[in-house]
């Protein structure tokens, strides 16, 4: 299940200016990003949202208005928004991508990208070679027949 919090916010003062600061919580496919963002940045995620699909009403900002009340409602008020396009493809995808949340759908597209092109490499170390109880398999130049044989090996010889 997908979840997003705003535990807590704090307050910065920088350059003589004052600002609040959201601590925000996504678990996105069983892993937890920790991220921090200002209202500005969060409405300039909504702006972008907005344009691509419905989305529910943004939490307002009350100018100048640092009160602690103030800010809890709308830490709430952005908790349940983010949430809401979280649970909403393909709002949700855009979100994590905007918030440079790794997820899966972005890791595909990426993939599917590096395929199109034909820049896809194999990163990794070949396989050798691969003993299973009886069954050797010898190393092949490619290791894409690697991978074939050993399946073929292990579904029609029982192992």
Known sequence: MNVVTIP???????HGKVYTVYEISV???????????????????YKILKKQGVTPPFPPK???NQA???I?????????YLQWILNHDPLCNTLLDLLNI??????????????????????????????AGNNF???????????VSSVLTA???GT
């Open 102 to 131: 790794p997820h899966l759908y972005s890791n595909v597209v990426q993939s599917m990208d590096s395929l199109d092109t034909g820049a896809a490499e194999i990163s990794h170390c070949s396989v050798i070679s691969y003993e």
């Open 137 to 147: 398999i010898s190393p092949v130049d490619d290791p894409q027949d690697c991978i």
């Open 8 to 14: 807590k916010s704090h307050t910065v003062s920088e």
């Open 62 to 64: 009350q100018m100048r």
């Open 155 to 157: 579904l029609y010889n």
């Open 27 to 45: 678990t996105i496919q069983g892993r937890t990003h920790y991220i921090q963002k200002r209202y500005s940045e969060l409405f300039y995620i």
């Open 72 to 80: 809890e409602n709308r830490r709430i008020g952005l908790q349940q």
């Open 68 to 70: 602690a009340k103030v």
